[in-house]
């Protein structure tokens, strides 16, 4: 099972504040930890919500829209992609995280398998579809 979990922003990252070493550390041990449980697929620290921009549909218009975002309840801080074997233990890791922080607010998603939808949905055409954009992207990541 993949999960998505988000880290909220706050006042801090808003701020742009880096982490002070010490606490750096701690979170590059986790990682490090977590990396080689071979439950971290990915995970990322974003940038304060000045440099952001949100795009929108709304009846066929586009509008776009710079940042920064006010509401701390629309801001992310990071994110960390989890292929772990239950909700449960992707909510472990994640707690384990916010231990290593030592304060924060964390949403984790479940992530949509093709095994969660029906064969007339996710037909054969859409699995080799889907396989094709995956090999794609794993190529983008590599060169990124």
Same mark, same amino acid.
């Given at each position: 099972? @993949?999960? #998505?979990?988000?880290?909220? $922003? ?12 010490? #606490?750096?550390? *701690?979170? $590059?041990?986790?990682?490090? &930890? ?13 940038? /304060? =919500?000045?440099?952001? =921009?949100?795009?929108? #549909?709304?009846? $066929? *218009? ?10 701390? *309840?629309? %801001? #992310?801080? =990071? ?7 239950? *909700?449960? &233990? $992707? ?8 231990? %290593?922080?030592?304060?924060? &607010? ?11 939808? =029906?064969?007339?949905?996710?037909? /054969? &055409?859409?699995?080799? @579809?889907?396989?094709?954009? +995956? ?7 590599? +060169?990124?």
């Amino acid at each position: 099972m @993949r999960f #998505l979990a988000v880290l909220k $922003g706050d006042q801090d990252t808003e701020a742009g504040t880096p982490p002070s070493p010490e #606490l750096m550390a *701690k979170m $590059g041990d986790f990682m490090q &930890e977590v990396a080689k449980a071979g439950v971290l697929v990915s995970t990322e620290g974003l940038h /304060p =919500s000045s440099r952001a =921009s949100r795009v929108r #549909l709304d009846r $066929g *218009k586009l509008t776009f829209m710079d940042g920064p975002f006010t509401e701390t *309840k629309e %801001v #992310l801080a =990071s994110y960390a992609l989890f292929q772990v074997g239950s *909700k449960d &233990e $992707g909510i472990e890791w994640t707690s384990r995280f916010l231990q %290593v922080l030592g304060q924060g &607010e964390v949403d984790i998603y479940p992530i949509f398998d093709p095994a969660d939808f =029906s064969p007339d949905v996710f037909t /054969p &055409e859409e699995a080799a @579809r889907e396989e094709s954009v +995956r090999r794609q992207m794993a190529n983008n990541a590599a +060169r990124a």
